[in-house]
Every structure is written in structure tokens, then in C-alpha cells.
């Protein structure tokens, strides 16, 4: 078994996998490559749309509950129009027996009336449901005032006046809607209102009512809330919070739709939301209608659909796969035929040939091909070893002659032609190079950069021939200065470097000191019938070079002086700078 998978595992390393492997995995490749897309895009596309079919339900739930309330309130609206249409209600005391026992009938029947009662033009009480509030002045309730203009809906607020006659829900307060429509008179005056105050119980058992067939099919919770976000209808731990989720907000900007969202107790939910619109006859309350379900609930249906396609896509991946290793297998066996058989005429295998022409084209004429070329190349074998010894003999002669050409341009491509100093590139080989040993060895790395002052003028003035004189006369008396394990380098037109090893700040700045020292010693230089003054400034930088810091060491340092530099002839120049960091 082991040595059956070693077997295997050496087949398929690159260098040893025959056509035939190559083929197989390519094909494999492609099909996972292609299974995979096609599976990641149709998975995609049906996952969003089930996403939107699941929120797009959510949201008719929310649009039809919301379209129920206004219908409910629209309902008990037109009880209060009908009975401003009443004979009799224009003479509420004389009729006061009949109105009423018909409005305890009333409250009978729908007992989510909790009062019902009508009052004269000037806003006091004249009958009522059980005879409460008879008498009472109701002039500056909002039902009273509004109702003598039109048919009125009121928003939620919790009992004022009736507080303290009719019984409250356990552990809350009454709360009341307003419902309210003028009475007039045979000449359209208004003579009085006909109001009644809905118990905030008809919203609970009219949400019930619409919840409970959702429920059935589907889990999901309802939430009404106020023109302020508060919820007014819903699980009861809820009630009373002002909810801040992105779903009351898209209500608050007049749209409807789902979305989804993480809300206050840290679930994820979807959630469907609509306003209500109200009627023709009243304005909307404001109010939004929230149905959440919980994402992963809602999304069960996604899950599943995830998994069936994974499924058939791992099928489809296998089948393909058993596919491509049968036709890697067809398409390579010609050429793997011909592979065998070059390796044995390789090893002079006695009987060693081709194979016959066979399979396909290619196949066939490279087989052909093949057996012409080794016969040419046989007869060739004895030609080549002869030319052979030749070129051998001529290739010694030849490299002996570019092992001296390389030693000579190698010297060249290091030095200035101009001073004979370090050139530029070899003198950042070397820097490099001891700024790697310094991060080995610990040992500080001092750099002094030499910079001829007012060279330009001596250009202008003298011509560049005097220019050069300079430059080779500066150039003879820092080698004369500098020590034996220094490197001189010119790395720029009038710019000099002297790289110190092992150097510490205080000794690189007296080598500068006595470079610069030496130079204005040797000036002036004679320059046909001209004497050139000549100075030099001097930035000088020295750093120990950390294990982490090696590359960019040379690069730093470097700056550093040129920095010193620069800050010497801004000072004066002819003088030293020493960098301070």
C-alpha cells in the first residue's frame, strides 16, 4: 500500500507526470473551475431571488395587516357617520332613553367600544353608553373639536376622563382611540358630535386575528408602531420602547419594502414593513407595521437550496473528472508510446524502434519525424565528435584570451577615468558590503562626503580643462590623506566620498578635518598662467547598522552626510559638519 502511493505521488510531481497525467488534471481543473463558477453563479442568483421572494412576503404580510387596521378604523368611522345619521340624534335628551340602550346594544355587540356618546354644539355630554360622562364638558377634547369640522380618527393616548370610571387592563394603563363625526340639522348646521372611544384592546385582538393564520405557515412576529416609533402592538416585553432599526426609519421616508437587519436584542431578522395610509375620509396615523422572522428561519429555505446544488455539483465534478482521465488517457497514449520507446533507443536498448504510425495525426506524423531525425542524427554522431575536439581546443584559447579582456574591463567598470579613484558603482558595492558586516559585527560605519566649493565658478571662469585639473589635483591629495583601510571613491562631478570602517563619529570627523585640512594646504593649484583657490566642505555621518535596518543602512547614511553636507556650505564652506542623528 505505502509503496503503491509513493508510486502515485511521484507520477503526479510536475517534472515526472507523463501527457497523459496532464491532460487528466487539466481536465479536471477545468471542470472544477467551470463546475464551480456555474454552481457559485446559479447559487447566487437563486439564493437572491428566494431572498426576495421570503422578503417580498414579509412585506405583503406588513402592507395587508397595515391596510387591515385602516380598514378596521375605517369601519368603526362610518358606525360613528351612521349614527350622526340617525333620526333622533339631532334631539339627544329628548331621545335620550332610546340613544341610549341602542349604544349599550352597541357596545354589546362590539365590545371594543368603551364608550359611545353624543354631545350638543356647545361640547357637554348629552347621552351616553351606561349614562357616563352625561353632563361632562368635552368642549376642549381634541374628538369633540375636530369632529364638529369632519369625521375624525384620533391617535392613541391613554384615558383622561374615563380613567376613572371604567376598569384598566392589568399592569397598563387605558389607552383610547378617538373615533368622532359631526350631526347636523335638516340645514347642514351642526348641532352636535357623535364620538366614541375605541378600547386599545380591538388593536390586540384585531393583530391576533391577522397574525394567527400567518402563524400557521410561517413563525413570525408582528410589531405596530407610533408616528414616534414606539411600539403599541406587540409581544408584550417589547411594548413601549421607541425602536431604532433601519426598517422604522425606511417608513419614516415613505417607503415599504424589507430589509435585513440586527435589531435591539442582537438577532438578525428580516423584516418586512409597511405604514398605514388611512382612508379618504381621515388621514393616516402614522403608524408603521413591522413582521420580522428570524434570519435563520427565514433563510432555511436558502440553506437547502446551497446544499442541493453543492450536491449536484460535486456530482457533476466527479463524473466530468472520471471523463477527463479517460480521454487524458486516449489522447496520450500514441505520444506516450513514442516516449517509451525514445527511452529505450536512449539506453541502445538491443531491438530498440518506433512504434508504428498510429493514432491520430499529429501522432502519426511525429513518429515519422521522429524516426527520420534519429537516423540523421546517427549519421551526423561521428561528424560532431570530430568537430568536437576542434571547438574544444579553440574554446580554451578563446577563454584564456576573455579571462584577460574581463580582468581589464572589471578594473575599468570600478575606477574613475578621470582621477583613477573608485567610481561611483564600485563604491556602492562596497558600502553595501560593510554595512552588512557592521550589522554582523556591530561596529559603527562612518561616511564623509566631499564636495569642492565654488566648482562651477572655477568651470566658468577657467573652462572645463581647468575644471578637470582640479579635480584630479583634489583627488591626489585626499589619497594622500586618507588611511589603508579607507575607500576614496569619486562618486559625482566635484563630489568626493570616503567610506571608514570600524570609525567612530569623533574619529571621522578629525579624518574630515584633516582631509579638508589637507586641501586648502595644497591650494592654490596652478592651472596654466592662473592660480585656482580651492576648497572643500565636508558632511560627515556615522551610524551602527542594526540586524533589521542592513538594506536601507546605506541608503540612510548616505542621506545623513549629504545632509552634513549641505549644512556646511550653508555655514560658510571650507568646514566640517558632523550629522547629529
Not at 393616516?284 to 437547502?304: C, H, M, N, Q, Y
Not at 534519429?374 to 560532431?384: G, M, N, P, S
Request: aromatic residues 4%.
Amino acid at each position: 500500500m505505502a509503496g503503491t502511493l509513493a508510486r502515485l505521488v511521484e507520477r503526479l510531481r510536475p517534472r515526472s507526470a507523463g501527457l497523459r497525467t496532464w491532460l487528466g488534471l487539466t481536465y479536471g481543473l477545468m471542470t472544477v473551475v467551470l463546475v464551480g463558477v456555474l454552481s457559485f453563479l446559479v447559487e447566487r442568483a437563486a439564493s437572491q431571488k428566494l431572498q426576495d421572494d421570503i422578503g417580498l412576503r414579509l412585506q405583503a404580510n406588513a402592507l395587508a395587516l397595515a391596510d387591515h387596521m385602516d380598514e378596521g378604523l375605517y369601519e368603526r368611522l362610518n358606525d360613528m357617520r351612521a349614527l350622526a345619521l340617525l333620526p333622533g340624534v339631532d334631539d339627544p335628551v329628548a331621545n335620550q332613553a332610546l340613544l341610549r340602550d341602542l349604544f349599550d346594544l352597541m357596545q354589546l355587540n362590539y365590545s371594543d367600544y368603551a364608550w359611545i356618546g353624543v354631545a350638543d354644539a356647545g361640547g357637554r355630554v348629552r347621552v351616553a353608553s351606561r349614562g357616563l360622562l352625561e353632563g361632562v364638558d368635552v368642549s376642549s377634547r381634541s374628538w369633540f373639536v375636530s369632529g364638529r369640522r369632519e369625521p375624525h380618527v384620533g391617535d392613541l393616548h391613554e384615558a383622561v376622563l374615563l380613567a376613572n370610571v371604567l376598569p384598566a387592563p392589568e399592569n397598563e394603563p387605558l389607552r383610547l382611540i378617538d373615533i368622532s363625526a359631526p350631526i347636523h340639522d335638516d340645514h347642514g348646521v351642526v348641532i352636535g358630535v357623535m364620538g366614541a372611544h375605541l378600547s386599545w384592546q380591538w388593536a390586540e385582538n384585531l393583530r391576533q386575528a391577522l397574525v394567527q393564520p400567518m402563524l400557521a405557515t410561517d413563525p413570525v412576529e408582528v410589531f405596530f408602531l407610533d408616528k414616534d416609533d414606539t411600539i403599541i402592538l406587540g409581544p408584550p416585553e417589547w411594548r413601549g420602547r421607541r425602536l431604532d432599526v433601519p426598517s422604522a426609519l425606511a417608513v419614516r421616508d415613505g417607503r415599504r419594502g424589507s430589509v435585513l437587519e440586527t435589531w435591539p436584542d442582537g438577532q438578525r431578522y428580516l423584516t418586512g414593513y409597511a405604514p398605514t395610509l388611512g382612508r379618504d375620509t381621515y388621514e393616516s396615523l402614522g403608524w408603521t407595521v413591522l413582521v420580522r422572522k428570524d434570519a435563520a428561519l427565514a433563510f432555511e429555505p436558502i440553506a437547502e437550496l446551497r446544499r442541493q446544488i453543492l450536491l449536484a455539483a460535486a456530482a457533476l465534478t466527479l463524473v466530468f473528472l472520471l471523463l477527463g482521465g479517460v480521454m487524458g488517457r486516449l489522447i496520450g497514449a500514441p505520444l506516450h508510446s513514442l516516449s517509451v520507446a525514445a527511452r529505450r533507443m536512449q539506453a541502445r536498448e538491443p531491438g530498440a524502434r518506433f512504434p508504428r504510425e498510429r493514432g491520430y495525426r499529429e501522432a502519426r506524423e511525429l513518429t515519422v519525424a521522429l524516426r527520420g531525425l534519429v537516423d540523421d542524427l546517427t549519421q551526423h554522431e561521428r561528424e560532431l565528435t570530430q568537430l568536437t575536439a576542434e571547438l574544444e581546443q579553440r574554446v580554451r584559447q578563446r577563454t584564456l584570451e576573455l579571462s584577460d579582456a574581463n580582468a581589464q574591463l572589471e578594473v575599468l567598470a570600478m575606477t574613475d577615468a578621470l582621477t583613477g579613484l573608485a567610481n561611483r558603482r564600485h563604491f556602492g558595492d562596497q558600502l553595501a558590503r560593510e554595512a552588512n558586516r557592521a550589522g554582523d559585527t556591530g561596529r559603527p560605519l562612518s561616511l564623509c562626503v566631499i564636495d569642492i566649493d565654488h566648482f562651477k565658478a572655477i568651470n566658468d571662469q577657467h573652462g572645463h580643462p581647468a575644471g578637470d585639473a582640479v579635480l584630479r589635483r583634489v583627488a591626489l591629495v585626499l589619497e594622500e590623506v586618507v588611511r589603508g583601510s579607507d575607500l576614496l571613491a569619486r562618486i559625482g562631478g566635484e563630489e568626493f566620498a570616503v567610506l571608514a570602517v570600524d570609525t567612530g563619529m569623533v574619529e571621522a570627523a578629525q579624518l574630515a578635518e584633516r582631509l579638508r585640512a589637507a586641501v586648502e594646504r595644497a591650494a592654490p593649484v596652478a592651472v596654466g598662467h592662473a592660480a585656482v583657490p580651492v576648497t572643500v566642505s565636508v558632511g560627515v555621518a556615522t551610524r551602527r547598522v542594526h540586524a533589521g535596518e542592513v538594506v536601507k543602512a546605506p541608503e540612510h547614511l548616505l542621506a545623513a552626510a549629504d545632509d552634513a553636507l549641505y549644512r556646511a556650505k550653508r555655514n560658510g564652506r571650507n568646514r566640517v559638519e558632523v550629522a547629529t542623528s
